[in-house]
């Protein structure tokens, strides 16, 4: 299947891959099928994903895997996930959350409040709204992600 992408410009997705975010994103309620694109195959430890909407080309949000950046960042999504979802599974389902850089890059923030849960077995998605102050909505990430570049040099 063949898409237009943002920032890829047309790529070959397997339909296989297809995520049914059922309740539309904030702000984008028409946009309910995307794609997670990564450089290479995606581990534990891949860092840097992007979520692309297959039916708005303009529709791409930069996500980090905070759970490898902020090893104290362990949000339980499991009381906040709507049904349609199925049960939260560490092994099929996947927590990401949305990245904002702006014109100053050592200001880019991570959505710690309100990640993006995605569950690869029934190919659902869906934005996880956390009630309460326990995770900030602008999460500053610039230090951290430089922290562990050096540590892996």
């Not at 299947?1 to 049914?20: A, G, Q, R, S």
């Not at 997670?36 to 979520?51: H, Q």
């Not at 909407?53 to 339980?76: C, E, G, R, W």
Request: with cysteine; proline share 6%.
């Amino acid at each position: 299947m063949k898409i237009d992408t943002k920032y890829f410009e047309e790529m070959e997705i397997d339909p296989e891959k297809v995520l049914d975010f059922t309740d539309g994103l904030p702000g984008f309620p028409d946009d309910k099928q995307y794609v997670v694109i990564t450089d290479g195959e995606a581990t534990d430890d891949t860092l840097v994903f992007w979520l692309q909407s297959t039916q708005n080309k303009h529709v791409a949000f930069l996500m980090l895997n905070m759970l490898a950046i902020k090893p104290d960042y362990q949000p339980d999504v499991t009381d906040i996930l709507p049904e349609f979802m199925g049960a939260f599974d560490e092994q099929s389902c996947f927590i990401y959350n949305i990245a904002v850089i702006p014109a100053i890059v050592d200001k880019m923030t991570v959505n710690l409040r309100a990640p993006i849960v995605v569950n690869n077995a029934t190919k659902k998605g869906c934005q996880a709204i956390f009630n309460g102050d326990e995770y900030p909505i602008r999460h500053l990430v610039f230090n951290e992600l430089q922290n562990m570049q050096k540590a892996g040099e």
